[in-house]
């Protein structure tokens, strides 16, 4: 499930950073200091968008920083992080990113329910104004389990 990757430590909310670099950082950061990633990781993450582009940003204002496992992917974890002033990733169809949900997973299959859940919050509007409008992490963290509970996502 979802909220098991995340723990409120991983949400950040409206973090100022002034290009896409540092915003992959930003998110990334919260999940170094809590073990799950090492700075090695987030370098790849960074390497491989400069070289093919940027694939992370998966849909409109939303970026998956993320980087195959064995660069230092070291548990299973999700940060969420917005951003206060979008940024541009060099996705003509899907920038300005707002929204950056970063993600270790220690192999090709731990975290596919996650990413199939994630996809669900991700296509409903009341999910994007919950994070424009919370003021803390846990009612972002809150809204998650009651929804994995059987809460109304449009709630």
Same mark, same amino acid.
């Given at each position: 499930?979802?909220?098991?990757?995340? *723990?409120?430590? #991983?949400?950040?909310?409206?973090?100022?950073? *002034?290009?896409?670099?540092?915003?992959?950082?930003? &998110?990334?950061?919260?999940?170094? $200091?809590?073990? $799950?990633?090492?700075?090695?990781?987030?370098?790849?993450?960074?390497?491989?968008?400069?070289?093919? %582009?940027?694939?992370? +940003?998966?849909? $409109?204002?939303?970026?998956?920083?993320?980087?195959?496992?064995? #660069?230092?992917?070291?548990?299973?974890?999700?940060?969420?992080?917005?951003?206060? $002033?979008?940024? +541009?990733? %060099?996705?003509?169809? *899907?920038?300005? +990113?707002?929204?950056? #949900?970063?993600?270790?997973?220690?192999?090709?299959?731990?975290?596919?329910?996650?990413?199939?859940?994630?996809?669900? #919050?991700?296509?409903?509007? &009341?999910?994007?104004?919950?994070?424009?409008?919370?003021?803390?992490?846990?009612?972002?963290?809150?809204?998650?389990?009651?929804?994995?509970? %059987?809460?109304?996502? *449009?709630?």
């Amino acid at each position: 499930m979802l909220s098991e990757m995340i *723990n409120e430590e #991983f949400i950040q909310l409206n973090i100022e950073v *002034n290009d896409w670099e540092e915003a992959v950082r930003q &998110s990334a950061g919260p999940l170094i $200091k809590g073990g $799950k990633i090492t700075e090695g990781y987030v370098d790849k993450i960074i390497e491989i968008a400069r070289d093919t %582009g940027p694939y992370i +940003v998966i849909t $409109k204002h939303v970026a998956l920083p993320h980087a195959p496992s064995e #660069f230092g992917a070291l548990d299973l974890a999700m940060g969420i992080t917005t951003l206060k $002033k979008p940024i +541009v990733f %060099g996705n003509q169809a *899907n920038d300005p +990113v707002k929204y950056l #949900f970063c993600m270790s997973a220690t192999d090709s299959e731990a975290h596919l329910e996650s990413m199939a859940e994630l996809v669900d #919050f991700l296509s409903n509007e &009341s999910f994007y104004h919950l994070l424009d409008s919370a003021k803390s992490a846990g009612e972002i963290l809150t809204y998650i389990k009651n929804i994995e509970q %059987g809460g109304d996502i *449009n709630a």
